[in-house]
């Protein structure tokens, strides 16, 4: 299991392959994969950068109590979550979660279960910079699959 | 020993502090905490609180050496 945050940028593809070498072919029958990146465009406006800032401590507690919860719920072989903070640009991954598992469900289920709980809970905030030169906090993340608006 | 006091993101630039130290046995709860710091504005509706980086209520009580953290909904991911 890995769980780390970054201040550069990552290449999450590549974050996955080079985890899924470290296990055991057979291992494993299923993989889910969630990338999230940034988007140069929110609310009408055009945005060309943001900072994501978060509460160091409470970010790295929290990512790893949630990643052995789901790894124990769903029966995991394996879990991969790498979450960007710092200056992000349009195209970059902000966050990655891979899951390993048995079988498909638990596969599917754990990896928006992961993107659920970080998105709702994590400690990060996204500030975004305006091509106006102004900038914003975001004031809420976007409802998941499972949730009304 | 003291209650170390931290805000982040818009909640930090609404109230213009990141981070203080306060003592004083008035300080029972979350809540408490807050007024010590920042006199005159209610708490808004939407901000959290952590106690210890661990979520919290306003009415949980804290004590010294504590670490109590105040913050906008989260927008990570």
Sequence with gaps: MRVEILESPFDPLHEVAKHQESLLAGQFGAMAVFVGTMRDFNEGDTVTSMVLEHYPEMTQQHLLDLARIVADQHKLTDLLMIHRVGEIHPGEAIVLVAVWSAHRAAAFEACEAMVEDLKSKAPFWKKEQLVEGESRWVEHNTAGPRTTA | ?77
């Design chain 2, 1 to 77: 020993m003291s209650i170390r006091i931290r805000f982040f993101a818009s909640l930090a630039d609404r109230v213009g502090i990141r981070e203080m130290t306060v003592d004083g046995d008035d300080i029972k709860t979350a809540e408490d905490a807050w007024k010590a710091c920042v006199d005159g504005m209610d708490i808004p509706g939407n901000a959290r609180v952590a106690i210890n980086q661990q979520y919290a209520d306003f009415a949980d009580p804290v004590k010294q050496g504590d670490e109590i953290a105040f913050f906008p909904p989260v927008t990570g991911g």
